[in-house]
């Protein structure tokens, strides 16, 4: 069974920075789509970046400039890099994937938040 793990949340002060790792289970394949969402109590999913195995990445606008999305193939583990955080960053955050997508209909599953499988969750709280 397929299965994401979350790790490296915590608190941290604004204007500091987490880097948040997400390892992948041994059915991790070459032709990945993987993404990060948050959502903060009371409010929607956010869709916060996304990458695809050709190299293709996009970020939300909220956190774009800021927040850097990777993967170590050799680790299978997905990262997110967050700089410059603030307040309105605190959220759960959770790392998802879906395999054997193109680019083009990985970023529609991004956009829809349809991917096959997600992680359980870290909370990421900035305090001012």
């Known amino acids: 069974q397929g299965q994401l793990v979350e790790s490296g949340g915590g608190s941290v002060q604004a204007g500091g920075s987490l880097r948040l790792p997400c390892a992948a289970s041994?059915?991790?394949?070459?032709?990945?789509?993987m993404g990060w969402f948050r959502q903060a109590p009371g409010q929607e999913r956010e869709g916060g970046a996304h990458i695809h195995s050709v190299g293709v990445t996009t970020y939300a606008d909220s956190v774009e400039g800021r927040f850097t999305i990777s993967i170590d193939n050799n680790k299978n583990t997905l990262y997110l890099q967050m700089n410059s955080l603030q307040p309105e960053d605190t959220a759960m955050y959770y790392c998802a994937a879906s395999f054997g997508l193109t680019s083009g209909t990985c970023y529609t599953v991004h956009s829809a938040g349809t991917y096959a499988y997600w992680g359980q969750g870290t909370q990421v709280t900035v305090s001012s």
């Open positions: 041994a059915y991790f394949r070459s032709n990945y789509c």
